[in-house]
């Protein structure tokens, strides 16, 4: 995981995935692929919203 990381309450990283650096996983995501640098990502399965 990266540096300076927000992970909402109850979120789920499942696999081996890459969380890059000042990401924001919103609450309750459920994360099954690599989150880019910078990103913001939601939803089940969790989808980026914002680069």
């Not at 890459?18 to 989150?35: L, M, T, Y």
Request: aromatic fraction near 2%; glycine fraction near 16%; proline fraction near 4%.
């Amino acid at each position: 995981m990266g540096k300076k990381c927000y992970i909402g309450a109850k979120a789920t990283i499942i696999g081996d995935v890459r969380i890059g650096n000042n990401v924001k996983i919103g609450a309750g995501a459920v994360v099954i692929s690599d989150i880019p640098d910078g990103a913001t990502a939601v939803g089940v399965p969790a989808k980026i919203i914002s680069k």
